[in-house]
């Protein structure tokens, strides 16, 4: 079975802080994808990464960076110096390989208070 | 006009109503999905479209009436709902990963929703 978990419900942050959000993902395919999604109060759910399961590099865009290990089955998603327009629900999502199915985490909820 | 876009963004109707959600996408996508968001819950998956055929309904009540007249637009037909169908509604579009090799650009990209009350 395919799951993905977003232990952290809220994370509440001061502006400039840096924060990490975590997703541990159960998988048994060898070929898989990992998203990360933004959904501000706006309700639409903004796409910010995808990964396959064949590349463990690490990345980083602006104040955004991921970490993907395969040993422990996380990718995790930190913005540095954050700001207040990043406060939103952020999703981690996960596709198999042999389908177009994405999986869903919970979601957390950042709020970066100015 | 570009993107993933929704109409109406809010709906309130009674659970006699008859109503129709509308999705339209302008990325050339061959892949449409409808998506149920509710209050602490998991986004889930209702319906799938590829090429305009249904590839995939999770098991969703026949409440809920999905039309996909061409590759770029999907309806969602609503009738006799419950109170329990309240949630925000989400479309999005994708290439099809198989027609793309199954490790092509599969992305899914969503619109802004419509927020359904039902009464």
């Known amino acids: 079975a395919q799951k993905v978990t977003q232990a952290q419900t809220e994370i509440s942050v001061v502006e400039k802080e840096d924060v990490t959000l975590d997703c541990v993902y159960e998988?048994?395919?060898?070929?898989?994808?990992l998203f990360w999604y933004k959904q501000p109060p706006s309700g639409e759910l903004v796409f910010l990464i995808r990964?396959?399961?064949?590349?463990?590099q690490n990345e980083i865009s602006g104040r955004y960076s991921w970490n993907f290990q395969k040993s422990t089955s996380s990718f995790n998603f930190t913005i540095t110096a954050s700001q207040v327009v990043d406060s939103a629900v952020y999703f981690c999502?996960?596709?198999?390989?042999?389908?177009?199915?994405?999986?869903f985490g919970t979601g957390t909820l950042l709020a970066v208070q100015p | 006009e570009t993107g993933v876009t929704q109409t109406p963004r809010h709906l309130v109707m009674g659970m006699t109503n008859k109503k129709s959600l509308k999705c339209e996408q302008h990325?050339?996508?061959?892949?449409m999905y409808w998506y149920k968001q509710s209050a602490k819950k998991p986004l889930e998956l209702m319906f799938v479209?590829?090429?305009?055929?249904?590839?995939e309904n999770n098991s969703v009540p026949s409440r809920f009436s999905p039309e996909c007249p061409n590759s770029s637009h999907l309806f969602l037909h609503l009738h006799t709902l419950q109170p329990e169908d309240s949630a925000l509604y989400l479309c999005?579009?994708?290439?099809?990963?198989?027609?793309?090799?199954?490790?092509?650009?599969?992305?899914?990209?969503f619109g802004p929703g419509t927020r359904l009350t039902v009464l």
């Open positions: 999502a996960l596709r198999s390989g042999a389908t177009n199915k994405l999986i």
């Open positions: 479209y590829s090429l305009e055929e249904r590839v």
């Open positions: 990325l050339g996508h061959n892949a």
């Open positions: 999005a579009s994708s290439p099809y990963p198989r027609v793309a090799g199954g490790r092509g650009t599969d992305t899914q990209y």
């Open positions: 990964r396959n399961s064949f590349d463990e």
């Open positions: 998988t048994r395919d060898t070929t898989y994808y």
